[in-house]
């Protein structure tokens, strides 16, 4: 395999990182807004509002989700229309069908993103996905390109580092990636810079490595100090915000409950985010079938699943819930749901990283201040968060494994293989028609996906035990014939015959992590990348969702389109376009398998190869790369 890297430079599109001087006031991010946690990071009593928080069952959605699903339902249909009309499906008025049937929400589709779990690998990758729907970003919307879809959907979820770049894109006033990237103050995206050694000086964040120790041990400390469980989740949670979040001190007072009291949030202009992650005690091991799936929403924390089914509100986290409700003697809390903590209880299994400390080549500064927080935690809650106290306490007795306990701790949301977030999006009261799951795992030997994701939900979803809870999920092959049949290296449709499964399921749009125009197979714990190398990875996330700017196939605008209105065809009634027959022959999984185990994987470049260098970049050979991700791949595919 070619070495990563070679002399040259990537400038391409919204991906030029030369010519800085003259960046756009459309680059540039947003002002932040609602720093509202009353105490900095450290949860605070506040009074209770007038109607007391409780606990609600997971039988339905939420009033709030409700509400807001009314308005985004809404919101969705101009741009939809737009969309459809873009891709252009051959001898079908795709606009004339959304206009015909806008009067009834339950016809029109309802579309979700999700992005994978895989660490800067992910969230850069993803980057790419979310840049070509985004219909805001330069040239998305020429031909052969897919700007529009992001506006069209109703859901993105994300998870370890595609919860990453959810909570960046939305803590930042839902920015684009362009803006992100090329932010003229280079506050956020500086990942040159490792989370071990932090910002820059000179910079919002005004720091140099022992300042930014120091910054996240005294807010740690803080909590601690109030009365708070910590552990090696808020430390990286607290990091973790200094490289995502455009505020000062890593905007230590932003939480994730605040996403919904923001004006594009409430006047439904976005998708709802969710993030997830796992329930799981100190020191046991996870399997799929045994695992409570927890989500992270702008109005609620909790789990569809039969075990404790039911939702906090977000906003209270950390008040003393107590067989779901909230005694008149208790104050609530406020300020838990640090949204950098939220998305560290997404990745808590780069706390493992964390814990190898010795072996990273990283400053002594970030080797003594770890060191210094292992020596003060507990070594059994190394890769937990905590979420002491717990809220579902006394809640459901008879199927919650938590209900006696007063701690609850979760895990990294891929931990149970499902490294795709697709859980939130498959629960039957969403009615979810299909599901563009951009995959960034580092299933192979090389870092590439090979379907494990997708095999752990269908597998679960098909468990006698009930864990499902009334989910379905469409079939899927086993991971090699995923490699065998060339399934990870190209689109592919799952579930295009509804007929075929008991309950309707999601038609799966599968968007695996594939070389384009850059080896995007880097480790899931590499921690630092130049902004020639990050641009790289997000233009080849752009050129897989693409497909090239449909190069690869001409038609692949019109087959998204077709599987946009899959669904909403058979709900209609509405013949199938002859095009959309094509297409589904062309990419929808046929059934075969081939079992037999596949040959090293170590795919070719699909165009021509675009590799960076600016003044040594940090991604490495694969030889190189690899000795720190065997740390984890024991464990867990990520």
Known sequence: MKDLLRTATVCVLAWCVAASDDISALSQLHPRALPNAPNGYTPDTQDCPPTRPTIRSAARLSPNESSWLDIRRNRTIQPMRDFLSRANIPDFDASGFITRNSQNASALPNIGIALSGGGWRALMNGAGAIQAFDSREENSTTPGHLGG??????????????????????????????????DPSKTVWRFENSIFEGPDRGSVQLFDSADYFKTIEDQVSDKKDAGYNTSLTDYWGRALSFQLINATDGGVDYTWSSIAQTDSFINADTPYPILVADGRAPGDTIVSINTTVYEFNPFEFGTWDPTTFGFAPLEYLGSNFSSGVLYDSDSCVRGFDSAGYIMGTSSSLFNQFLVQIEDQDIPDVAKDFVSFILERIDRDSDDIADYTPNPFYGFHNSTSPTAQSRRLTLVDGGEDLQNIPLHPQIQPERNVDVIFAVDSSADTANFWPNGTSLVATYERSLNASGIANRTAFPAVPDTNSFVNLGLNNRPTFFGCNSSNTSSITPLIVYLPNSPYVF??????????????TRAGFVRNG?????????????????????????????????????????????????????????????????????????????????????????MMLAAVAV
Not at 166 to 182: A, H, K
Not at 594 to 619: L, N, W
Request: hydrophobic share 30%; net charge negative; charged share 15%.
């Open 149 to 182: 879809l992001l506006q069209s959907a109703i859901y993105l979820s994300g998870l370890s580092g595609g919860g990453w770049l959810t909570g960046s894109i939305y803590i930042n006033n839902f920015s684009t990636i362009s803006q992100l990237m090329n």
């Open 519 to 532: 080896h995007s197979n880097v480790s899931t714990f590499t921690p630092s990348y130049d902004e020639a």
């Open 542 to 630: 752009y050129e897989v969702a693409t497909m090239g700017n449909a190069t690869a196939d001409t038609q692949w605008p019109v087959c998204v389109a077709c599987a946009v209105l899959s669904r909403s065809l058979e709900r209609t009634g509405t013949d199938v376009p002859s095009a959309c027959q094509q297409c589904f022959q062309r990419y929808c999984w046929d059934g075969r398998t081939q079992s037999t185990a596949p040959p090293p994987y170590d795919p070719p470049f699909k165009g021509a190869e675009e590799v960076a260098t600016s003044g040594g970049a940090s991604v490495k050979s694969r030889s190189e790369r690899s000795s720190i991700a065997v």
